[in-house]
């Protein structure tokens, strides 16, 4: 018996930790601009979508779920009856000379169709790099706009 809770117990920590992290590292830009205007920057690369929390004492920026369709076909007669959301999560570090501004996509996928009908949740997929690259074509064009210099 104790075996079986310590192996059940392994499982979840083990599904939780892989499932909170996509495993490539978050996008990242670092610039010599005030930690006021990186903030302003950081909130106009998302300015498209609403905002859950922000804290700009701790540097942290996040969207609520955006929903739409998703690209895959469901059942039989491939409907579009899927779903897909995705929510940013932005953060700045501030360092002696400069910021870092790095963004982070968490996507899911809900498709009410087959096997997975039996399920109302909503399931982790891979994030799209290209969407965390727009978000942050967005932040540095914002940085280039107030004058900042983009470092390496």
Not at 48 to 56: G, N, R, S, V
């Amino acid at each position: 018996m104790g075996r079986h809770v310590v192996l059940s117990v392994f499982l979840v920590v083990s599904t939780t930790g892989c499932a909170a992290f996509s495993g490539a590292p978050p996008l990242t830009v670092k610039t010599s601009c005030s930690p006021e205007q990186a903030w302003e920057a950081a909130l106009a690369g998302v300015s498209a979508l609403k905002i859950d929390d922000k804290d700009k004492e701790k540097g942290t920026i996040t969207t609520e779920w955006a929903v739409m369709e998703s690209g895959q076909q469901a059942g039989v007669f491939q409907r579009n009856a899927n779903r897909e959301r995705a929510r940013f999560f932005l953060a700045l570090e501030r360092h002696s000379d400069d910021v870092t501004i790095s963004v982070r996509q968490t996507r899911e996928y809900f498709s009410p169709m087959g096997v997975q009908s039996q399920s109302t949740r909503w399931r982790r997929m891979s994030p799209l790099s290209e969407e965390e690259g727009r978000v942050m074509q967005r932040v540095s064009a914002r940085l280039k706009e107030d004058g900042c210099a983009i470092l390496p």
